[in-house]
């Protein structure tokens, strides 16, 4: 009897971690990505408890966690850098974003996967077949769109979409660590902070001893602010004790490499059709606000593949969406409701803040995700697989 097989468009987060989880449960996987090559973001992602427990469902957190470092504080500060909330950050790590993907690809080839890079998908119907930009048609059992927030086979499915444009943005980069600030990982232990100003904030986090995460976030008509390369004098007005950190920002970046992206938001009336299933930001993306549009990626990556493997394709999606969606859909709305923030007086914002680190209440809404644990996790039975 021939093997189940599935075809995958997106080599991201969730098209990796489905083709792995279905590999290992006995189907045949090919994935397929645009990009000519491994994509190559220079970001790293803070990765929360349940990320880490899907890559350790599929043998890899060992191998993932060699390129990041624990984060053990979380702090915001505001415009005058006084504390606004202290917490322990809950067991997350900072990790290179090209890390991860780079490690979960050598696993899913490890595994018989075959990853197809240059290779462009048009579109896809719920008859299981993905269509490639040459017109060819490739069937499946089952096809899985991981193509991205901007997804044109979402689009060619006719799922009805929601996509709302948020208020704000952000940079991403990375720069290098002083030996002042690794420093300060001895005495009080890694951490991310991140400092507001108006409506603008500054998000720092170490991902080892010698590389800074650093994303700058402002509103969308903030035109000063969104420009890269970066105005130094823009963003050391609003905080003037980083001046030092903006001009290293200036001097060590490929602005090249650098883009403001407006965070959005993207709700599906239906997360599949027929034998189609939608997956990753496709599906729901998310402001990074929570740390948790690649954690929801990954669980509902995961967990699709537990359903398939264990249900027929038409049951197994339909059993999926119902399983995953109220989490994913809890996590949009308090990363909505922590965003809101950005155009909180700063008196009221701080206050905020403050509740966030007293009220177990609130504390558990947002921290809800992070804690969770994703379907097809067995600590009793997982193993990494050592890089063998």
């Known amino acids: 009897m021939s093997k189940p097989h599935a075809e995958i468009a997106g080599a991201g987060f969730a098209g990796l971690v489905a083709g792995i989880a279905l590999a290992e449960r006995g189907w045949s996987v090919r994935i397929h990505d645009k990009s000519p090559q491994l994509r190559a973001e220079g970001f790293a992602i803070s990765t929360q408890p349940n990320a880490l427990k899907v890559l350790e469902a599929i043998g890899v957190r060992d191998r993932v966690l060699q390129g990041g470092m624990k984060i053990l504080r979380r702090e915001t500060r505001d415009r005058n850098d006084r504390p606004t909330m202290i917490a322990g950050d809950g067991g997350g790590y900072r990790i290179s974003r090209q890390h991860i993907v780079a490690t979960l690809e050598d696993r899913a080839r490890q595994l018989g996967v075959d990853v197809e890079f240059g290779s462009q998908i048009a579109g896809a119907d719920g008859g299981g077949v993905l269509v490639t930009s040459a017109g060819r048609r490739l069937a499946a059992d089952v096809v899985i769109v991981a193509d991205g927030i901007h997804s044109c086979i979402r689009q060619s499915l006719g799922i009805p979409a929601v996509v709302t444009n948020h208020a704000d943005g952000a940079m991403r980069l990375m720069v290098s660590r002083t030996t002042t600030e690794a420093e300060q990982d001895v005495r009080a232990g890694p951490m991310t902070c991140e400092r507001w100003s108006g409506t603008r904030r500054i998000l720092t986090s170490p991902c080892s001893s010698k590389e800074l995460y650093v994303a700058l976030s402002c509103l969308v008509h903030d035109e000063l602010a969104k420009r890269i390369p970066l105005d130094e004098a823009t963003w050391s007005g609003s905080f003037p004790y980083l001046a030092d950190l903006f001009k290293r920002i200036g001097a060590e970046t490929d602005w090249s490499a ?103 209440w609130i504390r558990r809404r947002y921290q809800r995700t992070a804690n969770h644990k994703p379907t097809g996790y067995n600590p009793q039975t997982q193993a990494d697989d050592g890089g063998n």
């Open 258 to 360: 650098v883009r403001w992206v407006q965070f959005k938001t993207v709700k599906l009336k239906r997360w599949s059709l027929g034998r189609a299933a939608i997956v990753g930001d496709a599906a729901h993306a998310m402001p990074p606000n929570l740390a948790q549009g690649a954690g929801c990626a990954m669980m509902n990556a995961l967990s699709l593949a537990v359903s398939l493997a264990s249900n027929p394709v038409s049951d197994a999606l339909t059993a999926w969406e119902a399983q995953e969606r109220p989490l994913t859909e809890h996590t949009q709305r308090w990363s909505r409701i922590y965003g809101s923030l950005t155009i909180w007086p700063e008196t009221l914002r701080s206050n905020a803040f403050a509740a966030m680190g007293k009220i177990k």
